[in-house]
């Protein structure tokens, strides 16, 4: 059986290992196919990185000049940014203000008394109303936390729902009206009305009554003092102030401690001698009488009582003379913001005894109110450079052009709003362009050098410390590959000469960007002695120096990057124009760079259909060479046959 042979299965004349070699020999030319192929890929990959590093420094170079150019950029800032927040958009404008937080805008958050762990509420209608918006929640009944589920799923940003647990056993429900303002206060109809109350949450009203000073005061002639409320808070019209006073009569001097200015003559004086006392005679002589002293008029004022709002002072009316106890109300000026009152006695000789001082409302007298409210409805209040403003939100747009004051706390003393350019982010932006900059000058000698024996110690590679491993990796394997391209040259001096060039300014003193810190800075450690490495064009920041001079003068210096010398704001000027500018015929839409990777696309596309066909061609020409052989292995087995026939013919022929 091993003599058997099947031509194109197996071969004892090694025709498959023949084959196989004349294969081999036709496939380089596959070889150099995939070769060229692989090259032209490489060098499509080369372009579009190329291109992409263009078109960072495009858009670097754009953000410094642009409608977005962070030299219009603003920063808010605040002396106590506990208190107050700034947010300052490109249209503001540079200042400095006075802000004092009187009172945060509120919401209605109300609690009711604590509860068992069972307790439930009533099906029905519960009717909500937020200032001019209303939501009516059709309760099943069913425990306290079914009623927060059902208030929450409704509409979590008009009224929010939830239950505490003030101990092991009970708990406290809280409703919240989310939105702030004196406008937006929580009312409560329907159903909700009669739970609620019964829990503990809403009852009759009260009437409005805070106390100032409930113990008898008493104020000596010249004397003041005042009384502060728990809170600022709005006077509302009604509002009244009660008190109970009446002047007293200072104490008298006593004669005894009236001083005597009058001249007396010293006495004789004594002497003891021997347990004898001697007392010499006084002087004596005509002195005239001391001058007669009138006492000073009495001062008697009925004024001095007033109320701090906080920017002003306002007179409430005359105290009435009586030294008898009497009770007194003054009216309270509506929309005022009540912080202290205020109470001065201006007479000479006699005192102002007070007690009983509060602040009442007789107005309200019917309907429900809060049992236990944690925070009530009102408006933000603030002062603006001394001028009160009343806003229904903590987020204060429409003060200061431009700027969103957001109030956090009330403040007691003024707080410094400030609004300035961001040089924070101006510094950011050109440093940024910078970067970009010099990496693709980077790129562009990396790929435009004369390849070195040792691709790995390439000085330019050496160079670029900012480059990672897997980056300088990439980049020796390009160096070299463009070398002598005259258009990535020209673009490379070019780059190099627009961040040399002066520019107009407008008067301003700066002209060139090495008058601001950015330049090559190709003298080493301040020497004459010229640093080869540095003559690559790569820029560097002097960061103090540009920070002074964005300082000293932040347009001149913006206009270095862009600026308009027609007078119609359309930039036409500028480092960072002109980088633009240059770089935009190779990275716009169907530039220089998109036809470089277009004819590369094509030519890969061609290399690919030139190899498929060689492929086919392969395939076909294996199977010729196997048709072939198999035909001569077989030709010579047939041949092999008739020999071994003729053979065994002549043996037997022989043997007869």
């Known amino acids: ?46 372009w579009q990185d190329t291109n992409k590093r263009m078109q960072t420094v495009r858009d670097a170079a754009k953000a410094l000049y642009g409608f ?69 929640l059709n309760f099943k009944g069913g425990k306290l936390q079914n009623f927060v589920d059902a208030v929450n799923l409704k509409n979590p940003a008009l009224i929010k729902a939830s239950v505490i647990k003030d101990s092991v056993d009970s708990q406290i429900l809280q409703l919240e009206a989310v ?152 009216s309270l000026p509506a929309g005022e913001s009540f912080l202290s009152l205020g109470l001065s006695n201006g007479n000479s000789a ?27 409805a009102a408006d933000a209040e603030l002062e603006f450079e001394g001028i009160k403003i009343v806003r229904e939100t903590n987020a204060v747009t429409d003060v200061i052009p431009g700027v969103t004051l957001n109030l956090l706390t009330p403040t007691k003393e003024s707080v410094k709003v400030k609004v300035e350019p961001d040089r924070k982010a101006i510094k950011d932006s050109v440093i940024t362009f910078l970067g970009n900059y010099n990496r693709l000058i980077t790129d562009i000698l990396v790929m435009t050098t004369i390849r070195p024996d040792n691709p790995a110690g390439s000085q330019i590679l050496q160079e670029a410390s900012y480059l990672s491993d897997e980056d300088k990796k990439k980049a020796e394997t390009r160096l070299g590959k463009f070398q002598g391209d005259i258009g990535l040259n020209q673009i490379k001096n070019s780059l190099q000469r627009i961040m040399m060039d002066p520019y107009k300014t407008d008067g301003s003193s700066f002209t060139l960007l090495a008058q601001v810190g950015i330049s090559t800075n190709t003298a080493s450690g301040g020497s004459d002695r010229v640093t080869a490495s540095k003559l690559r064009g790569y820029m560097e920041m002097d960061e103090p120096a540009f920070d002074a001079a964005i ?6 210096v ?65 199977a010729d060479l196997k048709r072939k052989y198999g035909m001569m292995e077989s030709s010579l087995n047939s041949m092999q046959k008739n020999s071994e026939s003729l053979n065994s013919l002549n043996t037997n022929n022989q043997n007869n």
Request: net charge neutral.
């Open 1 to 46: 059986m091993s003599d058997i042979s099947i031509p194109g299965v197996n071969s004892k004349y090694g025709t498959q290992n023949i084959i196989d070699s004349l294969v081999k020999v036709e496939k380089n030319k596959l070889v150099q196919m995939e070769s060229q192929k692989k090259g032209f890929e490489d060098t499509k990959l080369a």
């Open 68 to 136: 977005a150019s962070p030299f219009g950029s603003k920063l808010g800032s605040t002396s106590d940014e506990k208190s107050v927040t700034v947010q300052a958009t490109r249209s503001a404008s540079n200042g400095e203000y006075q802000i004092k937080v009187l009172r945060q805008a509120g919401n209605d958050r109300f609690l009711s008394k604590s509860l068992t762990m069972d307790q439930t509420l009533v099906a029905g209608e519960y009717r909500f109303q937020i200032g001019e918006k209303e939501l009516v």
């Open 179 to 330: 939105p702030v303002g004196a406008k937006n206060s929580l009312k409560i109809s329907g159903t909700g009305l009669e739970e609620l109350t019964k829990i503990g949450m809403l009852g009759p009203v009260k009437g409005f009554r805070q106390e100032l000073q409930p113990a008898q005061v008493t104020l000596p002639p010249g004397s003041q003092q005042s009384w502060k409320t728990e809170n600022p808070m709005t006077l509302t019209t009604g509002m009244e102030l009660r008190m109970t006073l009446s002047f007293v009569p200072a104490i008298a001097a006593s004669k005894d401690n009236v001083p005597d200015t009058g001249f007396k003559y010293p006495d004789g004086g004594t002497v003891t001698f021997q347990g004898i006392t001697l007392t010499g005679a006084g002087m004596q002589g005509a002195v005239p009488p001391p001058p007669v002293q009138e006492p000073p008029p009495e001062i008697k004022s009925l004024k001095g009582l007033t109320l701090q709002t906080g920017s002003k002072t306002i007179a409430l009316g005359d105290l009435p003379d009586t030294e008898t106890p009497q009770t007194v109300t003054f």
């Open 350 to 376: 006699r005192s102002l005894s007070v007690s009983q001082i509060e602040i009442v409302d007789p107005t309200k007298k019917e309907g429900v109110e809060p049992q236990r409210p944690l925070s009530r």
């Open 551 to 556: 300082s000293k003068d932040l347009e001149g």
């Open 558 to 622: 913006k206009k270095l990057f862009g600026n308009s010398l027609d007078g119609t704001l359309v930039i036409n000027s500028g480092a960072a124009y002109m980088v633009d500018e240059l770089l935009r015929p190779s990275t716009q839409l169907g530039g220089f760079n998109a036809l470089r990777v277009s004819s590369l696309d094509s030519q890969i596309k061609s290399k690919t259909k030139e190899m498929a066909d060689y492929n086919d061609y392969l395939a076909r020409y294996q």
